[in-house]
Each structure stands twice: as structure tokens, then as C-alpha cells.
């Protein structure tokens, strides 16, 4: 995926596997892996579509702010098109020195129990097109979405966060281990 750059316009390259529908302000992406809807509005902003690019570019100057959100959305673009192509992947461990810990699935919702003890569960919330798998002392949260499948994982350590205890000695908890790989430049 190559991006080319002409006077004040930039363009993303789409692969010959992925599929970009543009109407309006949403773009639909479509891959190997899945279809993902995003909508991009800027008022000073065009994104149109010629033949295997997408072009983003200033409808009347391009001024600071307009070279700012242009990058944005060429950004969100990249990761969409990777992510219906390659898609995203985080894994976490769970960790429970002092009290063993009951981690289960239920829809979209990850259940923790008798975390530190505690008589009510915790619950983390899973966006619902986001894959989660749990095998023992792991857990795998896959998805098509970057920003969903990132705050489906970052959900499951912030439930397990702990507060009042010293952290060197309470290391109980669901940690992210591995991040997705950024793609090379």
C-alpha cells in the first residue's frame, strides 16, 4: 500500500483485494476478512475515488488545519483497508497471585470473578463485532476495527485496574502483552 503525494492532494492506494465504496461521508471497505463502514466529514475536506486510489484533498486552501485532518483520515483509511485485509489482534494474560481468578465470556461482556476476592464480578464490555477467545491464562481479542478491537482489550485492563493496594506486591490483573504490529513505511 503506496501513498503518493501531489500538490496539496494526497492519495491511498487500494489493493486488489479490497473493495471501497464512497457515498457521501461513508466509505465502506470490504476484504478478505470482512466489510467495515466508516464516515469522514470535514466541511473543507473532498475524498472522492478514482480508479484505484482514493484521493483526499482541500476544497478551497490548504491551510494548517486542513493538512491536519487530511493526514487523519489518510491514517483511518490505512488502518481500514488493513484491517479488512490483514485485521487486528490484541493479546492479554491473566494474572492472579493471591486469589484464582474466574474469567468467562457471556455475549458481549468479559465476567471477572473472585477478583482479589471480591464478592460482586467485574465486568468488561466487548464491542459486538469484536472476536474474544479465552484458553486458560490467555485471551485474544481479534476484530476488523482498530479503534474497537483497541478498546475492547484496553476495557478488559481497566476492569481489572486496583486502587488502594500497592501495585508491587498486588499484580493481580488482566494485562495487554501484545499490541498489533505497525505495518511498515
Do not use: W
Amino acid at each position: 500500500m503506496s501513498t503518493k503525494k501531489k500538490k496539496n492532494i494526497d492519495i491511498v492506494d487500494i489493493p486488489e483485494n479490497v473493495e471501497v465504496e464512497i457515498g457521501g461521508t461513508l466509505i465502506k471497505f470490504k476484504g478478505d476478512k470482512g466489510t467495515l463502514e466508516k464516515r469522514f466529514f470535514h466541511p473543507s475536506i473532498k475524498i472522492s475515488k478514482e480508479n484505484n486510489t482514493i484521493k483526499l484533498e482541500p476544497i478551497k486552501k490548504y491551510t494548517k488545519k486542513e493538512k491536519r485532518m487530511i493526514k487523519t483520515f489518510k491514517s483511518h483509511i490505512k488502518n481500514c483497508i488493513i484491517g479488512v485485509t490483514d485485521g487486528y489482534s490484541y493479546h492479554l494474560r491473566i494474572v492472579s497471585g493471591h486469589f484464582p481468578m474466574n474469567v468467562a465470556l457471556d455475549h458481549n461482556k468479559i465476567v471477572i470473578k473472585n477478583f482479589l476476592g471480591e464478592k460482586s464480578p467485574r465486568v468488561a464490555q466487548v464491542h459486538s463485532y469484536v472476536k474474544a477467545i479465552i484458553k486458560g491464562d490467555n485471551i485474544t481479542i481479534e476484530g476488523i476495527d482498530k479503534e474497537a478491537t483497541g478498546q475492547s482489550a484496553a476495557n478488559l485492563e481497566t476492569a481489572t485496574r486496583i486502587t488502594k493496594r500497592d501495585r508491587r506486591r498486588f499484580q493481580d490483573g488482566i494485562y495487554i502483552i501484545q499490541k498489533p504490529e505497525r505495518p511498515k513505511k
